[in-house]
């Protein structure tokens, strides 16, 4: 275990020096406060407004369904990650489109569409996987997820 957290630190540190040196090559020095702007307000919405979310979805589930198995606990918490983090991503593309680009080959799809119909698909799974977890816990007589107290 402490040569895998060795090996893994070892290569965290390559990477980052990596990506330090093809940022300081390729970066004008006049974009890399707009760069370091983006990636501070990434981590504020992944700190911030992300995972209290998807811990708050978690928990909201385990409180009001005790019996609902694990499986259903993972593909609801998966589903909200992944809508989310689409769109994070998406958002801006919709704002750049809206305010119009200079080429318009650059934008060219309806994004808003495109994100409304996938983040459409991804609530239709969290449906099925309710009704299917749903259906089950009333079928098995004990819980499927324990209580998470340690009392």
Not at 65 to 85: E, H, I, N, P
Request: charged share 15%; no cysteine.
């Amino acid at each position: 275990m402490r040569a895998t957290r060795i090996v893994l630190v070892v290569l965290g540190v390559l990477v980052m020096a990596f990506g330090a040196y093809v940022l300081v090559t390729t970066v004008r020095p006049n974009r890399i406060g707009g760069l370091a702007t983006w990636l501070l307000a990434a981590v504020v919405l992944h700190d911030a407004v992300l995972s209290p979310f998807v811990v708050a979805v978690g928990l909201l589930l385990r409180r009001t369904g005790r019996r609902l198995g694990v499986g259903v606990l993972v593909v609801v918490q998966a589903t909200v990650v992944l809508g989310s983090v689409l769109a994070l991503v998406v958002l801006p593309e919709i704002a750049a489109k809206h305010h119009g680009q200079k080429n318009p080959t650059v934008l060219p799809f309806d994004y808003t569409t495109r994100l409304l119909v996938v983040e459409g698909v991804l609530l239709a799974a969290v449906v099925v996987a309710l009704v299917i977890g749903v259906v089950r816990a009333r079928r098995s007589p004990r819980p499927l997820v324990a209580a998470t107290t340690n009392g």
